[in-house]
């Protein structure tokens, strides 16, 4: 297997997840360790007797939010197992894109050799839509409510960008 799409999922879910608590530590290590003698004259005893309040505090805050918390790291991991299924569809993206390229390519030599139609704006729309196909076909897959067969999304997805660079590379330029 070229993607193993259960290690990326758990990696990215993994680097959001401590991500998240590592500048949630941050913020309120910044906000709440007074620095020197100003801790002497802090309004809150906790601030002023223990030895990193911010870190307590954001450890007190997570352990404390229970279901919401467990919500959202779910959601986390949802969003990396959905990331990494998109991740995993690359060898047959660039598959379609070789096949797509090289049949274009040769039906520019075909249009080259008999004079036919140079147009640049189906080059140019063509260029925007793989990308537009690419970035929202990912955005749709994101906020798909429900489960389902990665190939019923992805394997579309990837046939149109194919086509799309096809015709991009058809109306590339007759001339170099």
Known sequence: ??????????????????????????????????????????????????????????????????????????GTYGFAVRTAM????????????????????VARAARKANAGRESSSIYHRAKLGVTFVLITGYLVCLALPDVMHPNLALLPLTMAAALLLRLQASYYKKYL
């Open 86 to 105: 998109y991740v995993a569809m690359l060898p047959a993206l660039a598959l379609g894109f070789l096949l797509g390229a090289v049949d274009g390519l």
């Open 1 to 74: 297997m070229l993607v193993e799409p259960a290690g990326i999922a758990r990696f990215i879910g993994d680097t959001i997840h401590h991500s998240a608590l590592a500048i949630a530590t941050l913020v309120s290590r910044t906000l709440m360790n007074i620095p020197g003698r100003a801790r002497e004259f802090a309004a809150s005893d906790f601030i002023r007797n223990s030895p990193d309040p911010g870190g307590a505090y954001a450890q007190e805050l997570v352990h404390g939010a229970g279901a919401d918390w467990n919500l959202l790291v779910l």
